[in-house]
């Protein structure tokens, strides 16, 4: 069993920030989801490991797919969580996907199965893993 991550926001505070310097802070539903600015780091999935609110060692592997082009969600948060789960002890592997926005990794996700859908085989043809299925 496998946990896979999909360009997700994994250290709350630092995406804030993120969200502030490109002045849409106040358009992001990350902070009222999370009670308000002063709670987001109490939510923040980086913080709960960091001060090992819940123990890694019973999780299952950690798959996280970010592309290199994700605009929305910087791609340094799949990296640094997971150099943090492998750390922890935890066993994490990491798929950068070249040229490929937050867009593509989330439609294509929504819509069916990401490694089958076709929007993905599309737009990565000759990705091993989300390309179209080999003959």
């Known amino acids: ?10 250290d709350l505070v630092e995406h804030y920030n993120f969200e502030f310097v490109r002045g849409v802070e106040q358009l992001s539903t990350m902070t009222p989801a999370m009670g308000g600015e002063s709670n ?9 490991i960091q001060e090992s ?8 592997d950690v ?14 948060e799949s990296k640094d969580l997971d150099l943090l789960f492998n750390s922890r002890g935890c066993s994490s592997r990491m798929i950068e996907l070249d040229k490929c ?15 089958s859908h076709p929007l993905s085989q599309m737009c990565f043809p000759d990705h091993p ?7």
């Not at 798959?63 to 340094?76: I, K």
């Not at 893993?129 to 003959?135: E, F, N, Q, T």
């Open 1 to 10: 069993m496998t946990l896979d991550r999909l360009a997700g926001v994994y």
């Open 40 to 48: 987001l780091r109490n939510y923040s999935p980086t913080t709960l």
């Open 53 to 60: 609110c819940f123990d890694v060692q019973g999780f299952p």
């Open 63 to 76: 798959t996280l797919v970010h592309g290199n082009r994700d605009a929305t969600v910087p791609f340094q």
């Open 101 to 115: 926005d937050h867009f593509r990794i989330v439609f294509g996700n929504q819509v069916s199965s990401f490694f």
């Open 129 to 135: 893993v989300l390309g179209a299925p080999k003959s």
